[in-house]
């Protein structure tokens, strides 16, 4: 069954796969291509880059974010820059492409 979930303190609304029960823990999942790197301030999620691989035409940029959770972002090489192990960056995406699943202990 597909329903919406309400993320905590955020007021976005996501689709839920499951049946989850009011503040039952969930995974928020969105493809790394559907997010993207911006300046952390007023970002909805800030953290620190952790580690990037060049792959030909692109960066895989894995995050660390403020929560202690790690985010994969895709970034192209011909559209903007990549940064660099270390850097203070915002993540964000339209929360159509975040789903939101059973956690798991």
Do not use: F, I, N, T
């Given at each position: 069954a597909t329903g919406l979930c309400r993320v905590e303190g955020s007021g976005i609304m996501v689709p839920a796969r499951g049946g989850f029960q009011p503040g039952e823990k969930v995974l928020l999942v969105a493809r790394p291509?559907?997010?993207?790197?911006?300046h952390s301030e007023g970002a909805p999620f800030r953290g620190h880059v952790e580690e990037v691989v060049i792959k030909g035409?692109?960066?895989d940029v894995t995050i660390r974010l403020e929560g202690g959770d790690?985010?994969?972002?895709?970034?192209?090489?011909?559209k903007g820059s990549v940064p660099?192990?270390?850097d203070s960056v915002g993540v964000e995406?339209?929360?159509?492409?975040?789903?939101?699943?059973?956690a798991g202990d």
């Open positions: 291509e559907s997010l993207s790197l911006c035409p692109v960066a790690e985010a994969h972002v895709e970034v192209s090489r011909q660099a192990r270390g995406l339209a929360a159509r492409h975040l789903s939101a699943v059973a």
